[in-house]
């Protein structure tokens, strides 16, 4: 079965650090990667995704992340974080078999302090 | 653009009461699904329908049923509320071409 785990649980940061936030999950096949966001009080958003191609993938808003297949990694990464990135991101993943059942990580909860 | 809407936002029941939440999506999408959401344990997938006339189990089923009567309208239920199923409950929709989930704005349920 799939899984994916996200090691911080909570990170709190200044404006202006910067964020690798870390993604590792479980599965055999070939996989489609995404990184989601959650803002308070609203819904999910799409970050970004991986399908194929470059392992190095940008989003919104100034994140990007880079798939490493031989660690089974997918972390999200912004240079320079503002006030307004404080969310919660979930990375989620399914494996490429052409059905869309997504399996999420527990959500990680960034704090960033002006 | 409503993309995918969910009725309600917010409710509150007693245990042992029904309802139902609604999910409507206006982008022709085959696949459907419904996720809990609840504190340090991320999204939980709770039953999903790959087309109209077909549903499915998912990670947490218990307690809920759902419907696909119509493409664009997937329905869960719980038949006899417990105050186990107090949650957010998101609804999402995908086509078979683009893979990223569209997220509803949630339903927050509170059950006493």
């Known amino acids: 079965a799939q899984s994916v785990s996200q090691h911080n649980h909570h990170v709190i940061l200044s404006e202006a650090a910067s964020l690798e936030l870390g993604c590792n999950y479980s599965y055999g096949g070939t996989v489609n990667l995404f990184w989601y966001v959650q803002y308070p009080g609203q819904h999910l958003q799409l970050l970004l995704k991986y399908f194929s191609g470059d392992p190095l993938v940008k989003g919104i808003k100034g994140f990007e992340a880079e798939f490493i297949k031989s660690k089974f990694s997918f972390n999200l990464r912004k240079p320079s974080v503002q006030w307004s990135d404080t969310a919660e991101y979930f990375c989620?993943?399914?494996?490429?078999?052409?059905?869309?059942?997504?399996?999420f990580g527990t959500g990680t909860r960034l704090l960033v302090s002006p | 653009n409503a993309g995918v809407t969910q009725t309600p936002k917010f409710r509150v029941l007693k245990t042992g009461q029904s309802m139902t939440l609604l999910c409507a999506q206006d982008m022709n999408h085959e696949y459907m699904y419904w996720y809990r959401q609840d504190p340090g344990m991320g999204l939980r997938l709770i039953h999903y329908s790959v087309g109209e006339g077909t549903t499915a189990k998912g990670e947490v089923p218990d307690g809920y049923n759902v419907s696909r009567l119509k493409k664009q309208n997937f329905l869960l239920g719980l038949e006899s509320a417990a105050p186990s199923q107090t949650s957010v409950y998101f609804c999402?929709?995908?086509?078979?071409?683009?893979?990223?989930?569209?997220f509803g704005d949630g339903t927050r349920l509170s059950i006493l």
């Open positions: 999402a929709s995908t086509s078979l071409e683009a893979q990223p989930q569209h």
């Open positions: 989620a993943v399914n494996g490429n078999t052409g059905f869309q059942k997504l399996v």
